[in-house]
């Protein structure tokens, strides 16, 4: 079946003969017409020896050759070997990046030169490509961007993984029907999210990684909505029509695609909120260049004393990600697609989890044979959804539902932290980091208890044999580790193994009781997966579905069905005559047309249309067989035909006028149907400096330094309101003499929000506030008619996205991406109007943003909100990392956590070319600093603004760091190294 998304056009054509009760097709637009003139019109049903065929534009009814749809398996490659391991284990798409605007740069990676051959490579083994495009893209890169897109679109890939808003316009300008997925990178985690990426034009939407199955359920619920609205009473109509109140049904839209990441590393922060690299080492994730600061250890450090944890002190590091125990569950809720992460991986990774996938997923689709209960795919919509609850979901009891352990071992040797179901069964704090490792281990094989000279004794939890690799883990894997191939696997009496080694091969010793053993190669498991994509000829084979057509005297007609939708038809040259003694049967014809070795198809389904007691040479069937087969492959070889608009003819500027491109052309007209106060008008304007605080004592500081405009973002959002009636009472309701046109108190929603958290919003709403700081699609739902303005979560990297917020979702303005550096800054100011844009000019940038509740993990014994006891009202809490550095732990409402960094930065040198630029609102954002240092700091700034002192005065004074984006960053320095001391 078409994937959602994809756009088929064909043409109208007059039904001639056809019957009321003859099958019909569904084009995408809605038109249908019956199967018969479709078949004669777009091939010809003609005798003769010629073939015909077509590539089949349309949806069909699937029931007749189809099993029931399953999600599909997405497997990443980063290069050639691994699109073939994925293809040959059964993938139905993967996903691949280019050597620009991916998220995983440090890969391989393909090339634009590679397009055409992996996609004809792809289509003809019936398998999906999706280009990442995954990153944010600055103002001087859509002129390149746009090339890239075009290559991409005229290759015939199947879609772009896209984060940035501006890009997903930029694709959409550029062709109307070229897929686009939503990235996970969008931080999608609620209904709003989803509609916000349909606005934007997105097919299919990658949900984030911290969303249960109860959530997506809840989507998947809001998704589906009412089948009918009611409309407000219209009003006469010209020619005397009477106005009505009956309700109108509205056509509700058919439900965006959901995906899903189901195995693999996981990120501790929300994917597009991660700063860390970026902050610490000048690299940032929204780039493709996450430097994995989360697999780092740090030392918890509550009330100024360090915790005692053991040889728990990697905080951060998430065990990996493995959905094979929720399959059911995932299928159940109609998840469309099942990603597996994997980019960085090895081919024998990519294989591996692959197959493991893809055989779990067809069990589901089948009968229970024990019980005869039906698959998961047509159980699906059996559970109800309780929205109410964000607890786990019921647990699978079919035994087809149930992972095999073997399964598991293999998950495990693949690559593995430890294996857990992340955050779909819910929140388990305890359960998610174990923090006692950040790299791969594999299976565990039990603790040593004793040591000798040339072996180890332990008792086995694993299988282990001669060969195998292992390695030691004495709780401190930053350190070098003892390890080998194991030389003998001896069982002794009392139920103990001992455990020996090739001389020299392990320093017996370095290693004590207590050790863990753990199993890192199965050399057996690498030969067999290595076997299941090497070579040419297709070892992952797809149905292909045939029919027989024919009455005595005239043709046999053979018409062949994959599941893409490409038919071909081929008639035989000798007609059919009664059979003296082996007529044709559907068993003969399976045994003739089957013979598909070397293709890429196995039979599936087979249909005859034959009179009885017929019979055709065997030869001429192979004949057919081989024609069909042929025209099949060529059809899906053909690469898709999306629609590429024509590039505008170019238009010169004068070198003094600011660079414009076709994708920035367009912002003139937006630029003019805007208020010009709010867009152009502000260059003779005063600068602003706003300030975000997070306390009431921060707060009372900045009202008592003169501060016109303060935005709030507490943790605790019942405390709005005591701030807005003191912000008010401080001012009188009034704005003091000067004060820019958009003073006043603005308060900041938690960043993320999930189904379930509306109380949270409407506690924001009741403060009665001045503004709104929006953070996510929600807060545009939730805030509209309201003013709001656009935080730097939203990721506005470009003009595109600024306009997109501005115009299409009516905010102030917004606030710089935190990726951008002073350069591409000044590229944005000159590419859109100033006025649209606020600048962080100092802060503490926000690392890790978590739905990992660090507290809650390693201050209590609890699993979430429910149970721990708040030990983050109780406690003040850092993280220290490699070099001492102590980062601020912070919890929102919605108990997600966000690590600071301990060290503020700032982007004062650049000030005076971003004012000459047109920019006038700045920000200063504090942390935990006291009151005195909130009236230190905003005097500093404001004699910065009056022109006072020099902004490399402000930083030295104030010992700050001189950065803005990733300018000037800390990688380069023995510091950073310190930090990311694996980092290339």
């Given at each position: 079946?078409?994937?959602?998304g994809?756009?088929?056009k ?8 056809a019957t009321?009760?003859?099958p019909r097709v ?7 017409t019956?199967?018969?003139?479709l078949?004669?019109?777009s091939?010809g049903?003609?005798?003769g ?7 089949a534009?349309l949806?069909t009814?699937?029931a007749?050759h189809?099993?029931?749809r399953?999600p ?5 490659a ?8 994925a293809v040959?284990n059964?993938?139905d798409?993967?996903y691949f ?19 055409p051959?992996?996609?004809e ?6 398998v999906?490509g999706?280009v990442?495009?995954n ?14 897109l ?5 290759a015939?890939?199947?879609?772009a993984i896209?984060?940035?808003?501006g ?8 062709s109307p029907?070229?897929p686009?997925?939503?990235s996970?990178?969008?931080?999608v985690?609620?209904?709003a999210?989803?509609?916000f990426?349909?606005?934007?034009g997105?097919g299919?939407?990658v949900?984030a990684?911290?969303n249960?199955?109860r959530?997506?359920?809840?989507i ?5 909505g ?7 009473a ?6 005397g029509?009477v106005?009505?109140?009956t ?14 990441f189901v195995h ?9 909120q ?5 902050s610490l ?10 430097a994995?600061?989360?697999r780092?250890p740090y ?12 040889d ?5 590091s998430p065990?990996?990600?493995s959905g094979l125990e929720?399959?059911?569950d995932l299928v159940?809720?109609g998840?469309?697609?099942?990603k ?7 081919p024998?990774y990519?294989a ?9 997923l ?12 039906p ?5 699906a ?6 929205a109410?609850?964000p607890?786990?979901p019921?647990?699978?009891?079919r035994?087809?539902d149930r992972?095999?352990?073997a ?7 693949a690559f593995?932290r ?6 779909f069964r819910?929140?388990?704090?305890q359960a998610?980091a174990h ?5 791969k ?9 004793a040591?000798g ?5 332990l008792r086995?939890?694993?299988?282990l ?8 883990d004495?709780g401190r ?8 191939r ?9 139920g103990?193994v001992?455990?020996?080694f090739g001389g020299g ?7 004590e ?10 050399p057996?498991?690498?030969?067999d997966?290595?076997?299941?994509f090497?070579?040419?000829?297709p ?11 024919g009455?005595?005297?005239g043709?046999l007609?053979?018409i062949?069905?994959d599941d ?7 008639a ?8 003296e003694k082996?007529p044709?049967?559907?068993?003969s014809?399976?045994?003739s047309?089957?013979?598909l070795g070397?293709?890429p198809?196995?039979l ?6 034959l009179?009885?007691g ?10 057919l ?19 590429l ?5 170019a238009?010169?500027s004068a ?5 414009r ?15 010009a ?5 502000t260059?003779?304007t005063?600068?602003?400096?706003i300030?975000?605080?997070?306390s009431i004592g921060?707060l ?5 330094c003169?501060v ?5 973002d507490?943790?605790?959002p ?6 807005v009636?003191?912000f008010?009472?401080?001012r009188?309701?009034t ?5 820019p046109?958009g ?21 924001v709403?009741s403060?009665?506030?001045?503004g ?8 545009l739902?939730?805030f509209?008619?309201k003013?709001?303005r656009?935080d730097?979560?939203?990721n506005?990297?470009n003009?595109l996205s600024?306009?997109w917020?501005?115009a299409?979702?009516g905010?102030?303005r917004?606030t ?7 350069g ?8 859109a109007p100033?006025?649209?844009?606020e600048?962080?000019?100092h802060?503490h940038?926000p ?5 990992h509740?660090v507290?809650?993990a ?10 721990c006891g708040r030990?983050?009202d ?5 993280l220290r ?20 960094n301990a060290?503020?930065?700032?982007g004062?040198?650049?000030?005076g070319r971003?004012?000459?630029?047109g ?10 600093e ?9 005097g500093?700034?404001?004699?910065l603004l009056r ?11 104030l ?6 984006g990733v300018t000037?960053g800390?990688f380069e320095?023995n ?8 980092a290339?």
């Amino acid at each position: 079946m078409p994937r959602a998304g994809r756009r088929h056009k064909a043409e109208g054509a007059g039904s001639t003969g056809a019957t009321a009760d003859a099958p019909r097709v569904r084009f995408a637009g809605g038109r249908t017409t019956h199967l018969g003139d479709l078949l004669r019109w777009s091939t010809g049903i003609l005798p003769g020896r010629g073939v015909s065929c077509y590539r089949a534009g349309l949806v069909t009814d699937p029931a007749a050759h189809r099993t029931p749809r399953l999600p599909e398996l997405l497997a990443p490659a980063g290069d050639w070997d691994c699109a073939r391991a994925a293809v040959e284990n059964g993938a139905d798409a993967i996903y691949f990046g280019l050597d620009r605007f991916n998220a995983r740069m440090r890969a391989r990676n393909f090339t634009e030169a590679d397009l055409p051959a992996l996609m004809e490579f792809l289509h003809r083994r019936g398998v999906r490509g999706y280009v990442t495009f995954n990153t944010l893209v600055f103002t001087e890169e859509l002129a390149g961007a746009e090339d890239y897109l075009r290559a991409v679109i005229a290759a015939g890939v199947d879609a772009a993984i896209v984060q940035d808003v501006g890009i997903c316009r930029l694709i959409r300008r550029i062709s109307p029907d070229f897929p686009i997925h939503g990235s996970t990178q969008l931080t999608v985690t609620s209904p709003a999210g989803v509609e916000f990426a349909r606005s934007l034009g997105c097919g299919l939407v990658v949900l984030a990684r911290e969303n249960s199955i109860r959530e997506i359920e809840a989507i998947q619920a809001a998704q589906r909505g009412p089948a009918t609205r009611g409309s407000p009473a219209m009003p006469a109509m010209p020619g005397g029509d009477v106005a009505t109140t009956t309700p109108i049904p509205i056509p509700i839209p058919e439900p965006l695609p959901l995906e899903v990441f189901v195995h693999g590393a996981l990120c501790v922060a929300y994917s597009g909120q991660c700063l860390t690299s970026e902050s610490l080492g000048g690299r940032s994730a929204n780039r493709g260049e996450c430097a994995q600061a989360c697999r780092m250890p740090y030392e918890l450090v509550s009330d100024g004393k360090t915790v005692d944890l053991g040889d728990r002190r990697y905080l951060l590091s998430p065990q990996d990600l493995s959905g094979l125990e929720v399959l059911p569950d995932l299928v159940r809720a109609g998840v469309a697609s099942l990603k597996i992460e994997g980019r960085l991986k090895s081919p024998e990774y990519v294989a591996s989890i692959t197959r493991v996938y893809r055989k779990a997923l067809d069990r589901l689709a089948r009968p229970d044979p024990a019980t005869g209960e039906p698959g998961a795919i047509a159980a699906a919509g059996t559970r109800p959804t309780d929205a109410a609850s964000p607890s786990a979901p019921a647990p699978a009891t079919r035994p087809a539902d149930r992972a095999d352990p073997a399964d598991r071992y293999e998950l495990e040797m693949a690559f593995s932290r430890g294996l857990h179901t992340g955050w779909f069964r819910g929140i388990d704090n305890q359960a998610l980091a174990h923090a006692r490792f950040g790299k791969k281990r594999g299976v565990y094989l039990g603790e040593v208890s004793a040591v000798g000279p040339d072996a180890v004794r332990l008792r086995l939890e694993g299988p282990l044999k001669p060969g195998d690799g292992v390695g030691f883990d004495a709780g401190r894997p930053d350190l070098p580790e003892e390890g080998g191939r194991v030389y003998g696997v001896r069982p002794l009496r009392d139920g103990m193994v001992e455990v020996s080694f090739g001389g020299g091969a392990v320093d017996f010793r370095r290693i004590e009781p207590g050790h863990r053993l753990w199993k890192t190669d199965d050399p057996g498991l690498g030969r067999d997966l290595r076997k299941s994509f090497e070579g040419e000829v297709p070892r992952h084979t797809r149905p292909l579905h045939v029919e027989v057509h024919g009455v005595s005297g005239g043709p046999l007609t053979l018409i062949a069905r994959d599941d893409e939708g490409h038919v071909a038809q081929a008639a035989s040259a000798m007609p059919l005559v009664p059979a003296e003694k082996r007529p044709l049967t559907p068993e003969s014809l399976g045994q003739s047309l089957g013979r598909l070795g070397g293709t890429p198809f196995h039979l599936g389904t087979v249909g005859m249309r034959l009179e009885a007691g017929l019979i055709l040479p065997v030869s001429e069937l192979n004949r057919l067989r081989r024609d069909v087969v042929a025209h099949v492959e060529a059809l899906r070889a053909a690469p898709r035909r999306w629609t590429l608009l024509p590039e505008p003819a170019a238009t010169g500027s004068a070198p003094s006028e600011p660079v414009r491109t076709e994708t920035t052309a367009g912002l003139a007209d937006t630029v003019d149907a805007i208020d010009a106060e709010r867009t152009i008008g502000t260059l003779d304007t005063t600068p602003e400096l706003i300030v975000l605080v997070r306390s009431i004592g921060q707060l009372e500081a900045a009202l008592r330094c003169g501060v016109a405009t303060v935005y709030c973002d507490f943790e605790d959002p019942k405390k709005y309101r005591e701030a807005v009636a003191i912000f008010h009472t401080a001012r009188g309701c009034t704005a003091p003499p000067g004060a820019p046109a958009g003073s006043g108190i603005w308060v900041a929603p938690p960043r993320i929000f999930k189904p379930g958290e509306d109380w949270i919003l409407r506690q924001v709403l009741s403060s009665n506030a001045d503004g709104y700081l929006v953070r996510n699609p929600e807060h545009l739902r939730c805030f509209a008619g309201k003013r709001r303005r656009g935080d730097f979560s939203l990721n506005v990297a470009n003009p595109l996205s600024a306009e997109w917020f501005i115009a299409h979702e009516g905010l102030e303005r917004v606030t710089v991406s935190y990726d951008l550096n002073a350069g591409q800054v000044a590229s944005l100011l000159r590419a859109a109007p100033p006025g649209w844009f606020e600048l962080t000019l100092h802060q503490h940038m926000p690392l890790f943003h978590m739905e990992h509740c660090v507290f809650c993990a390693f201050l209590s014994k609890g699993t979430d909100y429910t149970n721990c006891g708040r030990p983050c009202d109780k406690h003040v809490v850092t993280l220290r990392d490699r070099t001492g550095a102590e980062h601020p732990l912070k919890a929102d409402s919605g108990c997600r956590n966000t690590v600071f960094n301990a060290k503020a930065q700032t982007g004062a040198e650049s000030l005076g070319r971003f004012v000459e630029l047109g920019a006038r609102a700045f920000r200063v954002e504090f942390v935990d600093e006291t009151p005195d240092q909130v009236a230190t700091v905003l005097g500093r700034y404001r004699a910065l603004l009056r022109g006072e002192i020099t902004g490399q005065a402000l930083w030295q004074e104030l010992k700050l760091s001189s950065q803005l984006g990733v300018t000037r960053g800390q990688f380069e320095t023995n510091e950073a190294r310190k930090v990311f001391p694996r980092a290339p």
